[in-house]
């Protein structure tokens, strides 16, 4: 029997650069970029900013022993209604994720419930079996610790060596999250502010690439200073920031308000600025989701964890950023959708043909946070009453996946694994990925 081509039409889209444009979606990949034929449905977006749909390469979306914090269910649903259809789960989970075993059960528990595209990575631990992770399909390694965190204790020096020579032979990438912590009380934000100090992570980083002899692919996990960025070398190393860096800082909060309580933690306003002032040196901007439950978060400060939700306001507010002028559109495009996707070495989404079909369609209207709103099970946020744009349709893979607050879950999603491989179930399909490698914002914004 002939299978039945899915035809989606986006009519006249605005795409950066000034170029007005149907986009005709085939089977879930761009066709044609141009005047499209009548048939298929179609979705008129005069007026509407679309932008090729978010990867986010940093979420922890809990779920199984943690399942009061956020299911695989509420978190993708929130990524969905922020613009994001990918997500890559970070495996400080419980139990964590260091043998293949415990991957393939999280791979089918996420499975069976995500709304929204994802990958898994493999931790880091002096127990792992690095290469039983990598056999199961792990995405990529880390977040590392290299300092501990909520969830996450720290890892020794043999053990970092080691796994870098390991995944450096596959051509792996290990993400590192890095902070020293230093003694002293931990009683407000101030305190873990300067326990885990700018120092501590520069500190940090500078002995990770120094004990990274055999050349592994690093990303650095949520930077918090530009002092930090600016210690990075650029050759064979990323950097990420997340939007509570770059939008909040500890002085906006009560001094022992513990929603604030994030590591690495929210610096000052001043350095705040100045990590703002890097945007163009940021390749990856990134949530990392950490939906600690009200209850958990009521804690007193030394005792609450660490971590602040975050999947589902990321783009929106970076929409309103844009709209104040203060960063551009393909800017947001190539931070939280194609250079994540390079990363990861996944077909990002794009706007010309051969890309994937994901987009998310943003109105003009303003709306401040709201975390009534929401859809993470957190049912709080830090950026209450921010300004941001929410979209208000999502595509995932041609098919409309969000419209008008309702989910509609795709029977079709399918794990990331290394290099991507798996999304492609042919031979055509692998070659355009390769061709796809070389894509640069040019290619995808069809300039
Ligand atoms: O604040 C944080 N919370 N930072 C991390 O690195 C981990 C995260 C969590 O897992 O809750
Ligand atoms: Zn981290």
Redesign the pocket.
């Known amino acids: 029997m002939k299978k039945e081509n899915r035809v989606l039409i986006l009519r006249d889209v605005l795409i950066p650069g000034g170029r007005i444009a149907d986009i005709t979606i085939i089977n879930g990949r761009v066709s044609h970029t141009g005047s499209a034929g009548k048939e298929g449905f179609e979705i008129h977006c005069r007026g509407k900013m679309v932008l090729p749909a978010g990867v986010d390469m940093h979420v ?1 979306m809990r779920d199984g022993a943690q399942k009061y914090k956020e299911t695989w269910e509420t978190g993708t649903k929130s990524a969905i209604a922020g613009g994001v259809t990918f997500v890559v789960d ?1 495996p ?1 989970s419980i139990p964590p994720l260091t043998t293949g075993e415990t991957f393939k059960t999280r791979l089918h528990l996420a499975q069976s419930s995500s709304y929204c595209r994802f990958a898994l990575n493999g931790a880091i631990t002096p127990q792992s079996d690095l290469e039983g992770l990598w056999k199961a399909g792990s995405c990529v390694f880390g ?1 590392t610790f290299v300092g501990p ?4 204790e720290a890892v020794d020096s043999d053990t970092l060596s080691q796994a870098m020579s390991r995944i450096s032979e596959w051509n792996g990438l290990m993400t590192i ?1 890095a902070e020293q912590v230093s003694s002293g009380k931990d009683e407000s934000l101030v305190d873990h502010n300067s326990i885990r100090s700018i120092a501590g992570e520069i500190a940090t980083i500078r002995d990770v690439i120094h004990k990274n002899k055999s050349q592994c692919r690093l990303h650095f996990c949520h930077l918090s200073s530009a002092a930090a960025i600016n210690t990075i070398p650029k050759d064979k190393v990323t950097i990420e920031v997340t939007p509570h860096h770059l939008f909040l800082s500890h002085e906006q909060f009560k001094a022992d308000d513990t929603h604030g309580k ?2 690495p933690p929210l610096r000052t306003e001043r350095e705040r600025k100045e990590l703002f002032s890097c945007w163009n040196k940021i390749d990856v901007i990134a949530s ?1 989701h ?1 939906p ?1 439950s009200i209850q958990d978060k009521d804690k007193p400060f030394e005792e609450a ?3 602040i939700p975050g999947v589902e306001t990321m783009i929106p507010l970076l929409m309103y950023c844009e709209r104040e002028k203060k960063i551009t559109i393909p800017e947001i495009i190539k931070k939280t959708s194609i250079n994540p996707s390079r990363i990861l070495g996944s077909l990002p989404p794009g706007y010309t043909p051969g890309s994937r079909a994901d987009f998310a369609l943003y109105p003009d209207e303003i709306t401040q946070v709201d975390p009534d709103e929401l859809h993470s099970n957190a049912k709080w946020s830090p950026f209450e009453g921010m300004n941001a744009i929410f979209p208000e349709c999502v595509i995932l893979d041609g098919n409309i996946v969000y419209q008008e607050n309702a989910f509609t879950k795709s029977e079709k999603i399918r794990p990331v694994t290394q290099g991507g491989y798996n999304e492609f179930q042919s031979e055509s399909d692998s070659s355009l990925w390769f061709a796809g490698r070389g894509y640069c914002l040019a290619d995808t914004i069809g300039k």
């Open positions: 922890h970070q400080n977040e965190s909520s969830y996450g999250h994030v590591n990392d950490a600690h964890p660490s971590g």
